[in-house]
């Protein structure tokens, strides 16, 4: 219980930082709202035009963004960008830096096993993940109902909850990344070159509709267009995203309570 | 010299990793691209009447995506991304390390002043940025050549290059000069991509609103743009004179409060 008072202490200012800076964010894009929809407006006419079948392939795309879940879940991109990287960070930095500032010893030679302190590490990450989306929701909720007070709630907060789930996937690797590893020197370069690898590959492959490259990065487990139009979640990628949780910290227990870890 | 050799040596692993990062995006882009051209020519021309605020959003831009210069257009932006994240954190990290490592000290009882030191350690980095830049050019005019069916693109490439550069040396000298005035060696990295996070965000934000037009000049992901340099195959003045103002500036606060700071030990 030390343990864990004294990380989420210690990670506090850190993480109401990343969430009100990623809430700023978010309202601005959501203030961008009325601009671009008299632009949608006007594109919708001109889809009128076209043969039905092209329309069809892409109208949903656009008619989707006519609403402001529709706009909200793709400029939610850039705000799952951040908090992956805030995650990652997270994830490296608590299991790493007992290492990297030279507290290893004075950690272990505690009388409490490995197994409770990487506990206790855990649940710290994931209540520092926990508040920084009820800051981030507790700041968009009302903005969303200034900018349209007829928001599909249900639709903006199902949007909302991908950032928790993906910030759950890139805390569970940081953490087995920082495990594997023996001493990291930088937490930035080691979760940021990943962080970024797996947006530019999400990016190139929604450019193109490749089905296959959505399960390489967690930037895709959750498709926008399907939220918004089943109002559900995909079965098979939250599935997948849940294993790969499970197993990257089942691998971290077995990693870590067998590591040779390095003291001063 | 045996500084710029010491941090060249150091540097030589992350700087093959992020080589090899730039093979596997160029690859993987293009190889996306032949998969592209075949889809037809029908949505292309359909995209292509999507007004361009939504295109931003939808994240298409303005290019010909069905030519391999429009493509690689595309592409350019998450290049540019890469090759700025890893100036950016050279930068600060070049700088930092010597406290971050606890060899502050021993570099600093060496008979050298600080200037001559941060001059070998900028020197480095600067020849790191620019090996970088050297492969993805290489890696780009090769690749891209086999894509591009007879279409002259060694041309455009070497302007779109010429811009990266001068971006990267940007985020050089700004990781540089936040590591110089920041007397906590482990956050100047972050302070550093933070600033470049929020650079990104804020081009994004432009493209989508042409109301925010005002704030392009505030984010250096808007002074080089691929459709602009590949339409004029020139750079725009005031761009190249406030990235110039900005490598002045850090590099100066760099140097001046470099000499300056209580180094911790």
Redesign the interface.
């Known amino acids: 219980m030390n343990i864990f008072l004294h990380e989420l202490k210690s990670y506090r200012k850190s993480f109401i930082i990343w969430a009100i800076s990623m809430a700023a ?1 978010a309202a ?2 959501l203030l ?1 709202y009325q ?2 929809s008299s ?2 407006a ?2 919708t006419k ?1 889809l009128e035009s ?1 043969p039905e079948a ?1 329309r069809n ?2 109208g949903f ?2 008619g989707s ?1 006519s609403t402001l879940p529709g ?1 909200y879940s ?2 939610f991109t ?1 705000l799952l ?2 908090g992956a ?1 805030q995650a990652m ?1 997270l994830g490296i930095s608590i299991v790493s830096r007992e290492v990297s500032a030279k507290t290893a010893d004075f950690l272990l030679t505690k009388p409490v096993s490995r197994a409770i302190i990487l506990n206790a590490k855990l649940m710290a990450t994931l209540v520092s993940l926990v508040a920084t989306n009820l800051i981030f929701l507790a700041v968009t909720v009302p903005v969303a109902l200034s900018q349209d007070p007829g928001t599909n709630m249900q639709l903006f907060l199902m949007i909302s909850a991908t950032l928790f789930f993906v910030q759950l996937m890139f805390a569970s690797l940081g953490i087995l990344v920082a495990v594997v590893t023996r001493k990291i ?2 937490v ?2 080691v979760s ?2 990943t962080v ?2 797996f947006f ?2 999400g ?2 492959g ?3 509709g ?1 089905k296959a490259v959505r399960y390489l990065t967690p930037f895709k487990y959750f498709d926008p267009a399907y939220i918004l139009a089943n109002s559900a979640y995909e079965v098979s990628f939250v599935v997948t995203g849940a294993f790969l949780i499970v197993a990257a910290i089942a691998m971290s227990y077995l990693i870590y309570v067998r590591k040779d870890i390095h003291t001063v | 010299m045996n500084i710029f050799l010491r941090e060249m040596k150091a540097n030589l692993t992350s700087l093959f990793f992020w080589s090899l990062g730039m093979l596997f995006m160029i690859i993987g882009g293009m190889a996306k691209f032949a998969t592209y051209v075949n889809s037809g020519q029908s949505i292309t021309d359909l995209i292509s009447q999507i007004p361009a605020t939504l295109r931003a959003v939808l994240g298409f831009g303005d290019f010909d995506l069905t030519k391999a210069s429009g493509f690689y257009g595309m592409l350019y932006l998450y290049l540019l991304l890469m090759t700025t994240i890893h100036a950016a954190m050279l930068g600060s990290n070049i700088i930092a390390k010597e406290e971050r490592d606890k060899t502050t000290e021993f570099l600093m009882v060496k008979p050298m002043s600080r200037s001559r030191i941060l001059t070998a350690k900028l020197a480095a980095g600067l020849a790191n940025i620019a090996l970088l830049n050297l492969v993805t050019m290489a890696l780009s005019i090769s690749i891209v050549g086999q894509y591009s069916t007879g279409e002259a693109i060694t041309g455009d490439i070497l302007i779109l290059m010429a811009g990266m550069f001068i971006l990267q040396v940007v985020f050089l000298f700004l990781g540089a000069g936040i590591s110089a005035v920041s007397r906590d060696p482990k956050i100047s990295a972050s302070i550093a991509t933070t600033v470049l996070l929020g650079a990104y965000l804020i081009s994004v934000a432009v493209d989508m609103s042409s109301s925010l037009n005002a704030l392009r000049y505030l984010t250096p992901f808007k002074y080089f743009e691929a459709a602009p340099l590949m339409a004029t195959g020139g750079f725009d003045v005031i761009s190249v004179m406030l990235s110039l103002g900005i490598i002045i500036v850090s590099g100066f606060a760099t140097y001046y409060f470099y000499n300056r700071r209580d180094l911790c030990v």
């Open positions: 964010t601005l894009f961008l601009a671009i632009d949608i006007a594109f001109v076209v092209l392939a892409l795309l656009v963004l706009f793709i400029i850039y960008l951040c990287i960070n020197k930088s930035v370069a940021l070159p970024f690898g530019i590959v990016m190139l929604s450019v193109i490749d």
